[in-house]
Protein backbone atom coordinates (compact mmCIF):
# COMPACT_ATOMS: atom_id res chain seq x y z
CA UNK A 1 0.00 0.00 0.00
CA UNK A 2 1.22 3.58 -1.10
CA UNK A 3 1.76 5.80 1.93
CA UNK A 4 -0.66 8.64 2.05
CA UNK A 5 -0.83 11.60 4.25
CA UNK A 6 -3.81 10.51 5.74
CA UNK A 7 -2.51 8.01 7.46
CA UNK A 8 -0.15 7.52 10.96
CA UNK A 9 2.68 5.06 11.95
CA UNK A 10 3.00 4.05 15.31
CA UNK A 11 6.21 1.87 16.40
CA UNK A 12 5.31 0.11 19.61
CA UNK A 13 8.51 -0.94 21.32
CA UNK A 14 8.07 -3.24 24.64
CA UNK A 15 11.13 -2.19 27.18
CA UNK A 16 13.93 -4.21 26.90
CA UNK A 17 15.09 -6.73 29.58
CA UNK A 18 15.99 -4.70 32.56
CA UNK A 19 18.63 -5.67 35.65
CA UNK A 20 17.36 -6.39 38.69
CA UNK A 21 16.91 -3.63 41.64
CA UNK A 22 14.72 -2.70 44.46
CA UNK A 23 13.06 0.24 43.06
CA UNK A 24 11.12 -0.71 40.03
CA UNK A 25 11.38 2.96 38.20
CA UNK A 26 15.29 2.66 38.25
CA UNK A 27 16.02 -0.21 36.71
CA UNK A 28 18.42 -0.15 34.37
CA UNK A 29 18.89 -1.86 30.70
CA UNK A 30 21.01 -5.20 31.26
CA UNK A 31 23.19 -6.42 29.15
CA UNK A 32 20.84 -8.81 27.48
CA UNK A 33 18.32 -5.54 27.13
CA UNK A 34 21.18 -3.21 25.58
CA UNK A 35 21.86 -6.21 22.98
CA UNK A 36 18.02 -6.30 22.22
CA UNK A 37 17.64 -2.62 21.56
CA UNK A 38 20.46 -2.63 19.10
CA UNK A 39 19.18 -5.17 17.12
CA UNK A 40 15.78 -3.81 16.89
CA UNK A 41 17.60 -0.07 16.06
CA UNK A 42 19.46 -2.29 13.46
CA UNK A 43 16.08 -3.95 12.29
CA UNK A 44 14.79 -0.73 11.96
CA UNK A 45 17.36 0.84 10.39
CA UNK A 46 17.63 -1.93 7.83
CA UNK A 47 14.14 -1.62 6.70
CA UNK A 48 14.35 2.20 6.41
CA UNK A 49 12.17 3.03 9.20
CA UNK A 50 12.61 6.45 11.21
CA UNK A 51 10.27 7.89 13.74
CA UNK A 52 9.39 11.36 13.61
CA UNK A 53 9.60 11.47 17.75
CA UNK A 54 10.15 8.96 20.77
CA UNK A 55 7.79 9.01 23.39
CA UNK A 56 9.04 7.13 26.12
CA UNK A 57 7.98 6.32 29.94
CA UNK A 58 10.22 8.12 32.70
CA UNK A 59 11.41 4.59 33.54
CA UNK A 60 15.29 4.40 33.57
CA UNK A 61 15.31 1.58 30.69
CA UNK A 62 12.75 3.29 28.60
CA UNK A 63 15.19 6.36 28.49
CA UNK A 64 18.12 4.66 27.64
CA UNK A 65 16.41 2.53 25.23
CA UNK A 66 15.27 5.97 23.63
CA UNK A 67 18.77 7.15 23.69
CA UNK A 68 20.32 4.08 22.14
CA UNK A 69 17.43 4.08 19.18
CA UNK A 70 18.05 8.06 19.16
CA UNK A 71 22.11 7.02 18.64
CA UNK A 72 21.28 4.02 15.97
CA UNK A 73 19.57 6.13 13.85
CA UNK A 74 21.91 9.50 14.36
CA UNK A 75 18.27 11.12 15.35
CA UNK A 76 18.27 14.85 16.98
CA UNK A 77 18.68 15.33 20.94
CA UNK A 78 15.47 16.83 21.13
CA UNK A 79 13.49 14.01 19.58
CA UNK A 80 12.51 11.76 22.89
CA UNK A 81 9.66 13.18 24.63
CA UNK A 82 9.32 11.77 28.10
CA UNK A 83 6.16 11.40 29.75
CA UNK A 84 6.32 10.29 33.47
CA UNK A 85 2.60 9.59 33.44
CA UNK A 86 3.56 6.44 30.42
CA UNK A 87 5.11 4.61 33.43
CA UNK A 88 2.93 2.02 33.99
CA UNK A 89 0.27 3.04 32.28
CA UNK A 90 -3.03 1.30 31.48
CA UNK A 91 -4.07 1.40 27.47
CA UNK A 92 -6.42 4.00 28.42
CA UNK A 93 -3.94 6.03 29.85
CA UNK A 94 -1.50 5.63 26.56
CA UNK A 95 -4.32 6.18 24.43
CA UNK A 96 -4.69 9.68 26.31
CA UNK A 97 -0.96 10.83 25.03
CA UNK A 98 -1.01 9.30 21.79
CA UNK A 99 -4.76 11.50 21.16
CA UNK A 100 -2.86 14.54 22.48
CA UNK A 101 0.71 14.56 20.05
CA UNK A 102 0.50 17.34 17.30
CA UNK A 103 -0.11 15.62 13.71
CA UNK A 104 2.55 17.04 12.17
CA UNK A 105 4.41 14.09 13.89
CA UNK A 106 3.64 11.60 11.00
CA UNK A 107 5.19 8.40 12.89
CA UNK A 108 5.91 7.79 16.61
CA UNK A 109 7.70 5.72 18.49
CA UNK A 110 6.00 4.57 22.14
CA UNK A 111 8.79 3.00 24.68
CA UNK A 112 6.94 1.79 27.42
CA UNK A 113 6.39 -0.95 29.89
CA UNK A 114 3.95 -4.32 29.86
CA UNK A 115 0.68 -4.79 30.41
CA UNK A 116 -0.25 -1.22 28.75
CA UNK A 117 1.71 -1.71 25.42
CA UNK A 118 0.31 -5.24 24.59
CA UNK A 119 -3.37 -3.97 25.99
CA UNK A 120 -3.27 -0.81 23.43
CA UNK A 121 -1.88 -3.17 20.59
CA UNK A 122 -4.83 -5.34 21.29
CA UNK A 123 -6.99 -2.41 21.26
CA UNK A 124 -6.08 -0.79 17.81
CA UNK A 125 -5.14 -3.56 15.92
CA UNK A 126 -8.38 -5.34 17.13
CA UNK A 127 -5.87 -8.72 17.78
CA UNK A 128 -5.10 -11.25 20.54
CA UNK A 129 -1.58 -10.78 21.78
CA UNK A 130 -0.65 -12.74 25.05
CA UNK A 131 2.68 -10.15 25.27
CA UNK A 132 4.88 -8.46 23.20
CA UNK A 133 8.20 -9.74 24.26
CA UNK A 134 10.98 -7.67 25.45
CA UNK A 135 12.70 -5.66 23.19
CA UNK A 136 10.58 -5.99 20.56
CA UNK A 137 8.44 -3.89 17.78
CA UNK A 138 5.32 -3.95 16.05
CA UNK A 139 4.64 -1.32 13.29
CA UNK A 140 0.88 -0.42 13.23
CA UNK A 141 -0.49 1.60 10.34
CA UNK A 142 -3.07 4.08 11.47
CA UNK A 143 -5.45 5.24 8.82
CA UNK A 144 -6.20 8.64 10.27
CA UNK A 145 -5.14 12.52 9.67
CA UNK A 146 -5.53 13.29 13.71
CA UNK A 147 -3.98 11.86 16.44
CA UNK A 148 -7.02 12.75 18.18
CA UNK A 149 -9.09 10.16 16.59
CA UNK A 150 -6.89 7.27 17.54
CA UNK A 151 -9.28 4.21 18.88
CA UNK A 152 -9.76 0.73 19.29
CA UNK A 153 -9.86 -0.57 15.70
CA UNK A 154 -8.13 2.34 13.85
CA UNK A 155 -4.73 0.66 13.02
CA UNK A 156 -3.51 -2.83 11.68
CA UNK A 157 -0.22 -4.41 12.08
CA UNK A 158 2.37 -3.36 9.12
CA UNK A 159 5.38 -5.61 11.23
CA UNK A 160 6.08 -7.36 14.07
CA UNK A 161 9.70 -7.67 14.71
CA UNK A 162 11.79 -9.54 17.54
CA UNK A 163 15.20 -9.07 19.12
CA UNK A 164 18.07 -10.93 17.07
CA UNK A 165 20.10 -12.26 20.10
Do not use: C
Request: zero cysteines; hydrophobic letters at 45%.
Amino acid sequence: MIWEKSMKKLYIVRNAHAAIGAIDRERELDERGVMEVDSIGAQMVAAGMRPSVILTSGARRSIETAKRIREIFGLLVNVIDIREELYNADFRKILDILQSLPDEKASVMLIANNQGVTDLLESITHSEYKEIPNGSLVVVELRLRHWRDIESRTGRELLFLKPKL
